[in-house]
Structure formats: structure tokens, C-alpha cells
């Protein structure tokens, strides 16, 4: 049966940037930002992004483009003989099913409480205690947590029944469209705040007293991360869709455009929160509970809070979505061409087993909350699992076999689909850099990710 591919480079560049976009971007890049200084690390955030984001993804792109396959399969078809590469690709899938043992509840929190602002059951004017019981009693509630988590996995998988184009290229266009439309009027309103100058100062005016008080290390580190991670590089998440995509087109140009839609909606939701945090006396550095404890009571507080907490968490939710419905065709496609299954039945086991599987990560919260591993609940091993071991090192993987010319597929290879196209060469001058320093650097974060 002949590959789908996407319908326009419009859709490929919005479905792989929706891929990218997600809870890194809207959750965690704004309140590591507020950690760490600031502009200060947003500019080494930049820089990383550059550097390092940009490189890993033309080779994910440039394995799945040049193999028209899904991770174990792409690997078999461009690794040399008696060569063993292909085993990371079942890492990859395992990768991506771990990531949506959690992420689909968390999702699903972004769903409730959109629904919970839509309804008015935040109001104006409550306590910070009671903001705090909606979020504590949502998390001791395994059958509100359930029915959320079902209707995300249940909505993902019937847009993915429907193909790449009909089904994931069309509803990611429309929630994209949506998804930046919001991210204006919410970014709008922040301008008529109080605390518009304040929070504008700090996300863009570099203070350097900052790099004193939070330390260089530190900033840089938390940088190079937040660099990686909101790429959703190493576990065949972006390869995936370059096995959809044409060869009309270069791939250093289209991941530049990925990175810079996946970037911009970053740094739209700080410009969104930092405001609103200065506006309402609220801690910057407040941590992952700035979203779900902090923020609304920022909402609460200020006229017409019920529309703008309803739009935001609704931002959110698309935000999240739009990675999910991106992993599921992974999960979908790697399927249909490992076992050879047709879409429904891969639709129907793969939704069948996302649902059980995540019910651990909602439990941990509630009927299990007393498992503790190291310290850390169900959500965060499985968080670790994913973020500290297995996408690092999947991007290690990648990249070795891109830029190993004995054993690997080769450089002069990845260089050549890489630069299939029209648009911005991949300089082949650059191969030093990617085949020594390079390496170093992801090996970098993979440690500092351990320790």
C-alpha cells in the first residue's frame, strides 16, 4: 500500500511544530524562565535552541524522509549490514508510550479545569486556599481524573482513525490557527495590565545581577535543557512525520520553521504570564505549580476572570493535545509498518492500551499516592524515565548514526537528504562540529538530567 503523505508543506510544518508544541512550551518553558533570571536565559535558551535543536531534528527528519518508514523499520532500511541499529527504535515507541502513560493526564487537567472556568466554578474572589482544594481535590478524584484522561485518548485516537490527512493534518490546522489566535488575545489583554512594564522588563531586559544570584551554571544548564526537551527530539516523535513529508524542500529550512513556531509559542506564553504574575503580586519563580495553583488566582482576581481563565486553559489544552495526536500517529504508524496491521486495528489496540496504561500515572495521585520510588510518584518516574534517560540518549542515537561514516549511515548520506530541496543548506563544513562537539553536548544534558 502506498505511503500517505501530507497534502501541503503547511500542514507537515504545523503538525510537526504541533508535535514539538506542548506542556514544555506553555508549562514548563515559563516558570524556568521565572527560575532562572529571566532574559538572561532566554537568550541562552536561543542559542541552544540554535545550535543543538536545529542539527538533531534535520537527522531525525532526514532518517524518516530517506527511509518512507517509522522508527525500527527506518533504521533497517538505511543501517549498514550485521549492524544493529534498528534495536533503538523499539526504544523510541517505548519512549512514546511512557510519555503517554503521563501526558494524557496532565492533558486531561488542562481539560478540567478549562471546563471548571467555563462553568464558574472558580469564581471571583476566591481564596488561595480554595483554589488550592479544586487542584488537590481534582488529584484525589481517580474518576474525575479518568473521565478526562478517556476523552483525550478517545478524542486523539479518532482523529488519528482518520488518516494524516484527513484526520491529523486537518484538525492540527484548525487547533494551530485556534491555538495562535488565542495566544493574541490572551497576549492582548496582558498589554492593559498593571504590571505590563514590570513583566515585559523582566522576560526581554538582561539582568545581570541575576547571574550572581542563580549562578551562570545554573542558567546555562536549565537553558540547554529546556533547549532540548521542548523539541520532543529522540524517541522518533519528529522522524515520524518526515517519513510523510515530500523532498521538495531542504530540511535545515524546515526545521528552522518548527523550531521557530515551537519557539514562538514559548515565548508567547511568557508573554502572557509574567504580566499577569507582576500585575497580581504573584512570585515568578513559583515552580510547576504556577499553572494550576498560582495562575488562577491570578484569574479570580481580575475582571472578567472567568473568560480569560476559560481561554486560557483552553490554549493549554490545545497546546497538549496537539503532541498527543502527533505521538498516536507514531505510535499508529510503527504499528501498521512493524506488523503489518491496517489503521484500525492499530487504532483500536493502541487506544485500548494507552487508556490501561494510564491509569497507573492518575492512581499515583490518589488509590497509590503512597508508592514512592526514590522520592518520586508514578507521574515523575515515568516523567524521568522519558525526559532524563530516554530522550538524551535517543538523540545520542540519532545523531552518532547520522555523522558515523563506518558503522552508522554515514554523514555524506545525511548531508545529501538533508539538502534534497530548495531552501537553506546544511553546510557540509559543519561536520567537525557534529561528529566531536556535538556528541559532548547532548552527553552533557544526559548527566546533568541524572544527577
Given at each position: 500500500?502506498?505511503?500517505?503523505?501530507?497534502?501541503?508543506?503547511?500542514?507537515?510544518?504545523?503538525?510537526?511544530?504541533?508535535?514539538?508544541?506542548?506542556?514544555?512550551?506553555?508549562?514548563?518553558?515559563?516558570?524556568?524562565?521565572?527560575?532562572?533570571?529571566?532574559?538572561?536565559?532566554?537568550?541562552?535558551?536561543?542559542?541552544?535552541?540554535?545550535?543543538?535543536?536545529?542539527?538533531?531534528?534535520?537527522?531525525?527528519l532526514?532518517?524518516?524522509?530517506?527511509s518512507?518508514?517509522?522508527?525500527?523499520?527506518?533504521?533497517?532500511?538505511?543501517?549498514?549490514?550485521?549492524?544493529?541499529?534498528?534495536?533503538?527504535?523499539?526504544?523510541?515507541?517505548?519512549?512514546?508510550?511512557?510519555?503517554?502513560?503521563?501526558?494524557?493526564?496532565?492533558?486531561?487537567?488542562?481539560?478540567?479545569?478549562?471546563?471548571?472556568?467555563?462553568?464558574?466554578?472558580?469564581?471571583?474572589?476566591?481564596?488561595?486556599?480554595?483554589?488550592?482544594?479544586?487542584?488537590?481535590?481534582?488529584?484525589?478524584?481517580?474518576?474525575?481524573?479518568?473521565?478526562?484522561?478517556f476523552?483525550?485518548?478517545?478524542?486523539?485516537?479518532?482523529?488519528?482513525?482518520?488518516?494524516?490527512?484527513?484526520?491529523?493534518?486537518?484538525?492540527?490546522?484548525?487547533?494551530?490557527?485556534?491555538?495562535?489566535?488565542?495566544?493574541?488575545?490572551?497576549?492582548?489583554?496582558?498589554?492593559?495590565?498593571?504590571?505590563?512594564?514590570?513583566?515585559?522588563?523582566?522576560?526581554?531586559?538582561?539582568?545581570?545581577?541575576?547571574?550572581?544570584?542563580?549562578?551562570?551554571?545554573?542558567?546555562?544548564?536549565?537553558?540547554?535543557?529546556?533547549?532540548?526537551?521542548?523539541?520532543?527530539?529522540?524517541?522518533?516523535?519528529?522522524?515520524i512525520?518526515?517519513?510523510?513529508?515530500?523532498?521538495?524542500?531542504?530540511?535545515?529550512?524546515?526545521?528552522?520553521?518548527?523550531?521557530?513556531l515551537?519557539?514562538?509559542?514559548?515565548?508567547?506564553?511568557?508573554?502572557?504570564?509574567?504580566?499577569?504574575?507582576?500585575?497580581?503580586?504573584?512570585?515568578?519563580?513559583?515552580?510547576?505549580?504556577?499553572i494550576?495553583?498560582?495562575?488562577?488566582?491570578?484569574f479570580?482576581?481580575?475582571?472578567?476572570?472567568?473568560?480569560?481563565?476559560?481561554?486560557?486553559?483552553?490554549?493549554?489544552?490545545?497546546?497538549?493535545?496537539?503532541?498527543i495526536?502527533?505521538?498516536?500517529?507514531?505510535?499508529?504508524?510503527?504499528?501498521?509498518?512493524?506488523?503489518?496491521?491496517?489503521r484500525?486495528?492499530?487504532?483500536?489496540?493502541?487506544?485500548?492500551?494507552?487508556?490501561?496504561?494510564?491509569?497507573?500515572?492518575?492512581?499515583?495521585?490518589?488509590?497509590?499516592?503512597?508508592?514512592?520510588?526514590?522520592?518520586?510518584?508514578?507521574?515523575?518516574?515515568?516523567?524521568?524515565?522519558?525526559?532524563?534517560?530516554?530522550?538524551?540518549?535517543?538523540?545520542?542515537?540519532?545523531?552518532?548514526?547520522?555523522?558515523?561514516?563506518?558503522?552508522?549511515?554515514?554523514?555524506?548520506?545525511?548531508?545529501?537528504?538533508?539538502?534534497?530541496?530548495?531552501?537553506?543548506?546544511?553546510?557540509?563544513?559543519?561536520?567537525?562540529?557534529?561528529?566531536?562537539i556535538?556528541?559532548?553536548?547532548?552527553?552533557?544534558?544526559?548527566?546533568?538530567?541524572?544527577?
Amino acid at each position: 500500500m502506498q505511503r500517505e503523505i501530507f497534502k501541503s508543506r503547511l500542514g507537515f510544518l504545523l503538525v510537526s511544530a504541533g508535535c514539538a508544541i506542548g506542556i514544555g512550551n506553555v508549562w514548563r518553558f515559563p516558570y524556568m524562565i521565572g527560575q532562572n533570571g529571566g532574559c538572561i536565559c532566554v537568550l541562552f535558551y536561543l542559542f541552544f535552541l540554535l545550535i543543538m535543536g536545529v542539527p538533531i531534528m534535520t537527522m531525525e527528519l532526514a532518517v524518516g524522509r530517506a527511509s518512507g518508514k517509522s522508527a525500527v523499520l527506518a533504521y533497517k532500511t538505511l543501517e549498514k549490514k550485521n549492524t544493529k541499529w534498528h534495536i533503538h527504535g523499539w526504544f523510541c515507541m517505548l519512549g512514546c508510550y511512557f510519555l503517554m502513560m503521563y501526558y494524557t493526564s496532565v492533558s486531561g487537567w488542562m481539560l478540567d479545569y478549562f471546563i471548571k472556568f467555563l462553568t464558574g466554578e472558580f469564581k471571583n474572589n476566591m481564596s488561595t486556599q480554595d483554589i488550592s482544594f479544586v487542584f488537590n481535590n481534582m488529584l484525589a478524584s481517580p474518576k474525575e481524573m479518568i473521565f478526562y484522561m478517556f476523552v483525550t485518548v478517545l478524542f486523539g485516537f479518532l482523529v488519528c482513525s482518520h488518516g494524516i490527512q484527513k484526520g491529523l493534518e486537518r484538525v492540527n490546522k484548525f487547533m494551530m490557527v485556534v491555538l495562535f489566535l488565542l495566544m493574541i488575545v490572551l497576549a492582548g489583554h496582558s498589554f492593559f495590565l498593571s504590571g505590563f512594564k514590570s513583566g515585559i522588563k523582566f522576560y526581554f531586559v538582561p539582568d545581570f545581577n541575576k547571574i550572581r544570584e542563580i549562578g551562570l551554571k545554573n542558567i546555562i544548564s536549565s537553558a540547554m535543557t529546556q533547549a532540548f526537551f521542548s523539541l520532543s527530539l529522540g524517541v522518533a516523535a519528529i522522524e515520524i512525520f518526515g517519513s510523510f513529508m515530500s523532498k521538495d524542500y531542504k530540511l535545515t529550512n524546515e526545521a528552522i520553521k518548527i523550531c521557530f513556531l515551537d519557539t514562538f509559542v514559548a515565548i508567547m506564553a511568557g508573554l502572557i504570564i509574567f504580566p499577569a504574575c507582576f500585575s497580581f503580586g504573584i512570585n515568578v519563580n513559583e515552580g510547576p505549580a504556577l499553572i494550576f495553583m498560582t495562575l488562577p488566582n491570578v484569574f479570580v482576581n481580575m475582571k472578567g476572570g472567568r473568560i480569560w481563565g476559560s481561554l486560557f486553559f483552553l490554549f493549554m489544552k490545545f497546546a497538549s493535545f496537539s503532541t498527543i495526536i502527533a505521538v498516536f500517529e507514531n505510535l499508529i504508524s510503527f504499528c501498521c509498518d512493524t506488523f503489518d496491521w491496517s489503521r484500525k486495528k492499530s487504532v483500536i489496540i493502541n487506544f485500548l492500551f494507552i487508556f490501561f496504561m494510564s491509569l497507573p500515572c492518575v492512581f499515583g495521585f490518589n488509590i497509590l499516592k503512597n508508592f514512592m520510588l526514590y522520592g518520586k510518584n508514578i507521574l515523575e518516574i515515568e516523567d524521568f524515565i522519558v525526559s532524563n534517560l530516554l530522550l538524551p540518549l535517543g538523540s545520542l542515537v540519532y545523531l552518532l548514526f547520522c555523522v558515523n561514516d563506518r558503522y552508522g549511515w554515514g554523514f555524506k548520506n545525511y548531508l545529501k537528504e538533508a539538502n534534497t530541496g530548495v531552501g537553506i543548506n546544511m553546510p557540509e563544513k559543519l561536520g567537525f562540529y557534529f561528529k566531536f562537539i556535538l556528541p559532548i553536548l547532548v552527553i552533557i544534558i544526559f548527566l546533568n538530567g541524572l544527577l
